[in-house]
């Protein structure tokens, strides 16, 4: 099928559909399913329907009522996808992302928040920042650098690190619910190292509990590290 351009300047509206470039300055509305070679959004914008491209920009505020899928998304902004979102290469997120449907990609990158109502499972996740998963987070490699409230169900890993991004505030320090913190309720890998951390259970060969952690129990087959301030249940070498 013979692909054409889209382009929309102002405020406009177009059909879905197979399409080479698509370029949107301004707010716009495309009602359908959008399959593309690369798609390129400023302003703000609403996609009715999936959209499929080997190369996603959104700069601003955008909406994708559907499944997104792409090689490469770079997202800046307030980015909105009512069902899964699968990266084959790499997604970067500046910002705040809000997925309803999980997260399937190779490298995610969020420079922000993330907010999934499924799970994430990637090759390597870095945050700077904070996130909400309602579900597993499965990556080779996290490194997470907490600015704000995070929450998950679980994670699973073979390197996992969990600490701050910023010094305490005078913020947090009167009201807990504003102050960085990691929620979970099992933590499970190779080597795990976790700063502000509250977590049933973390599970691992090499195991650091640092400063701010609360765990309900400890489970290390090869060595446990314990800082004087983190709380630990009980701890039990497998």
């Known amino acids: 099928m013979e692909r054409t351009e889209m382009r929309i300047s102002g405020i406009g ?61 770079m997202l800046d902004g307030l980015v909105t996808i009512k069902d ?17 449907g999980g997260l399937i990609g190779e490298k995610v990158e969020i420079f922000g928040s993330l907010k999934s109502g499924g799970g994430v499972q990637c090759e390597t996740f870095n945050v700077h920042g904070g996130f909400n998963i309602d579900g597993l987070l499965n990556a080779g490699m996290i490194d997470v650098k907490l600015s704000i409230p995070s929450k998950i169900k679980e994670i699973g890993g073979d390197a996992i690190s969990v600490k701050r991004f910023k010094k305490v505030s005078v913020l947090e320090q009167f009201v807990p619910a504003f102050s960085a913190r990691l929620q979970a309720q099992v ?34 087959k090869d060595r446990l590290i314990r800082e004087d301030d983190a709380t630990i249940g009980t701890a039990h070498q497998m």
């Open 84 to 100: 899964q979102a699968v990266c084959h290469e790499t997604l970067s997120a500046n910002g705040r992302l809000s997925i309803a």
């Open 187 to 220: 933590i499970e890998g190779d080597e795990i190292d976790l700063e502000y951390t509250e977590a049933d259970i973390v599970r691992g060969n090499v195991v650091r509990i640092g400063k701010g952690c609360k765990v309900g129990r400890v489970e290390y």
């Open 13 to 73: 509206n177009s059909q879905g559909g197979y399409y080479s470039h698509v370029r949107v300055d301004g707010m716009a509305k495309i009602n359908g399913d959008t399959d593309c070679i690369s798609f390129d959004s400023n302003g703000t914008l609403t996609v009715e329907g999936s959209l499929q491209s080997e190369s996603v920009t959104m700069n601003g505020t955008a909406k994708i009522e559907g499944r997104a899928s792409a090689n490469r998304m």
